[in-house]
Structure formats: C-alpha cells, structure tokens
C-alpha cells in the first residue's frame, strides 16, 4: 500500500492534468472571441492584447470555480446517481463538442468578417472578460465534466484549488499565445481553414474526455 503522501501527490497530479486538459478544450476553437482577440492584438498592441486574453482567462477561471464549488455541495446527494450523472454528462459534452463541430463547418462554408474596435488595456480586459461571461456554454462545460468526473468521490480543497488554477493557467496561455501572435497567427488560425482546424480538435478533445468519464 503506497504511502498517504504518494496517494496525495498523484491526487493533485491528476487533479492539475484534468484542470489544464480542461481549460485547453474550452480555449483552443478559434470562435468570434478568438477571432477579435487576435485583430485586437494586431491593431492595438501586444499590451492590450494580453489584457483582452487574461479577460477571457479569468471568466473560464470563474466558471471552472463555478462548477467545482457547485459539484463539490451536490456530491452527497449525487453519490447514489453516479453511474448514470457519468453518462449523462458525457452526452452533454459530446452534444457540446457536436455544436461546435457543426458551427464551424457552417462558419467555414459562409464565413463572416466583424471590424475591429480598439480598446485600452483596461477596457480590453473588462470588454472580453463580460463577452466570454455570457457564454453558457463556458460553465456547462465545466459543470459537466466535474460533475461527471467526480460523481459519488470525495475531493479535497486542494484538488479543487488545483483544478481551477490548472483551467485558468490553460486558458490564459492559449488566449496569450493568440494575442502575441497578433497578425502572424491572425492570418492563420483567423483564416477560413484555421478556424475550421481549431474547432474540430476542440470538439475532438471534448469528446476524448466524455469518452474518458465513461471507461471504467
């Protein structure tokens, strides 16, 4: 029987990987707020770009929050119901990762272009930070891959800490990586076929992870 210290380093282990494979598969389509994050940056500069990412960093950080506090006060109550919570929440995320393979395909075939607005830093921060909090689809995510995941399993505070802080650290080096590739990347996860591409391994990642809560 490995030691108590051994069993908690691997429970904080697996607890950073799923939060930042978690924050990746939220943050990696390029969709309308990826699209006017990288304009930002190339019109404006690498300094509100930056603060425009950490915008919609901190909302999928709040929303990752959102759902483990929320998880962690049903966990007694959904112990019983854990089995079917696991294949209820793997069809959400395969219903969510469907919906974004779907948008991006009609996305891809009648494209849209939206102009620019400049902004300062600090209005950049606050304009994409309220923009990505008014996507439900951030904290459904979220909330069924918790709940799903940990259904009928006690997890510590520090798992939980973890977690969040793992989803948030993801996000934001991807929303990061977008701005400070400014127009370079712009021309290419922008594009017609970079959004096709960044969508699809989403919905990819999405659905490896539904697929994962429901393995034994």
């Known amino acids: ?40 940056s190339a019109r404006t500069s690498l300094r509100t770009g930056l603060s425009a990412a950490m915008g919609v ?36 995320l395969i219903v969510l990762a469907t919906h974004g393979a779907v948008r991006a395909v009609r996305s891809h075939r009648a494209p849209a272009t939206r102009p620019v607005t400049p902004l ?16 439900p689809a951030t904290v459904v995510y979220f909330t069924a891959l918790v709940v799903g995941d940990r259904a009928g399993a006690e997890v510590t505070v520090l798992d939980q800490a973890v977690f969040v802080l793992a989803a ?3 996000s934001a080096s991807w929303q990061a990586a977008l701005a400070g590739g400014g127009a370079l990347l712009g021309r290419v996860l922008t594009g017609r076929r970079g959004r096709l591409v960044t969508a699809l ?14 393995l034994p």
Do not use: C, E, K
């Open 57 to 92: 960093a901190t909302a999928d950080g709040v929303y990752a929050l959102v759902a483990v506090l929320g998880g962690a006060a049903i966990a007694g109550v959904i112990a019983p119901f854990a089995t079917p919570l696991r294949w209820l929440s793997a069809a959400v």
């Open 168 to 170: 948030f650290a993801a």
């Open 201 to 214: 391994v989403s919905s990819a990642v999405i659905t490896a992870l539904a697929v994962r809560l429901v």
């Open 120 to 135: 300062a830093p600090g209005r950049a921060y606050v304009s994409l930070l309220g923009i990505t909090l008014v996507n």
């Open 1 to 40: 029987m490995p030691p108590v210290g051994v069993d908690r380093l691997r429970a904080v282990s697996a607890a950073l990987l799923a939060g930042l494979v978690a924050g990746y598969g939220i943050a990696i389509p390029v969709g309308a707020v990826g699209t006017y994050l990288v304009a930002l």
